[in-house]
């Protein structure tokens, strides 16, 4: 049963600490996704890849926000230096590249702490 | 920006009894997903509706896209403990591939 696998699971860390999030798409998926979730906003788009190039990262924060594929295997979200307004549940999403109307996959997500 | 509202924000039911919950959106839309989330875990995709006036059934669920394509719903015929859960519709904006996800609606089922 293919999934989308995310790590950490949880992360609690201090205000100014570097976070990075990973997660391994689903094999054969060649888009990605990073979503964000809190309770004000709801789930957010941050950024999507294709093939590895990103798509569309108009939805993160630029100053602090980085992501990368640095192979097809991975996916990581990196946020340098966190704030306590990063708090929320960073979910990662692959699908087959086919465009519009195509299924998501969710990973269970990675909830972060920002103290 | 574009974007979609959806209500209620909560329902509480009876088990048994029957919900339902819609999409709105101020422009048309060249499609809807409806995802559910359980508490404490992730999206998972249900159903996509393309064409005007759509209709989708799975099982107990019934998923309708408007003549207009401007507005969805999503229902549920006799509620189990197993619905409980977020329901959220989302579309893409153009030819973009990331969703614009609605606030969803949350079903809370008393037994």
């Known amino acids: 049963d293919a999934r989308v696998t995310q790590t950490p699971r949880h992360k609690v860390t201090e205000m100014g600490q570097e976070v990075t999030m990973r997660c391994q798409p689903i094999?054969?998926?060649?888009?990605v996704f990073w979503y964000r979730q809190t309770m004000m906003q709801g789930l957010e788009l941050l950024a999507y890849f294709r093939n590895r190039a990103p798509l569309d990262d108009s939805g993160m924060p630029k100053d602090r926000f980085s992501a990368e594929m640095p192979d097809a295997t991975l996916a990581t979200l990196k946020i340098q230096p966190s704030e306590p307004r990063d708090s929320a549940v960073y979910f990662c999403?692959?699908?087959?590249?086919?465009?519009?109307?195509?299924?998501?996959?969710f990973g269970p997500g990675t909830r972060l702490l920002v103290l | 920006g574009q974007q979609v509202m959806q209500i209620p924000q909560y329902q509480h039911v009876q088990e048994g009894e029957d919900f339902t919950t819609y999409c709105n959106s101020s422009?048309?839309?060249?499609?809807i997903q409806w995802y559910k989330q359980r508490p404490g875990g992730h999206p998972v995709f249900l159903i996509q509706l393309v064409k005007s006036g759509e209709v989708k059934k799975q099982k107990r669920l019934t998923f309708q896209f408007g003549e207009a394509k401007k507005n969805s719903s999503l229902h549920i015929t006799a509620t189990q403990t197993t619905d409980v859960g977020t329901y959220f519709c989302?579309?893409?904006?153009?030819?973009?591939?990331?969703?614009?996800f609605g606030k969803g609606t949350h079903l809370i089922i008393q037994p």
């Open positions: 989302a579309y893409q904006r153009g030819g973009a591939d990331g969703l614009t």
């Open positions: 094999l054969g998926h060649n888009t």
């Open positions: 422009t048309t839309l060249s499609n």
């Open positions: 999403a692959s699908g087959l590249g086919v465009g519009a109307g195509e299924t998501q996959y």
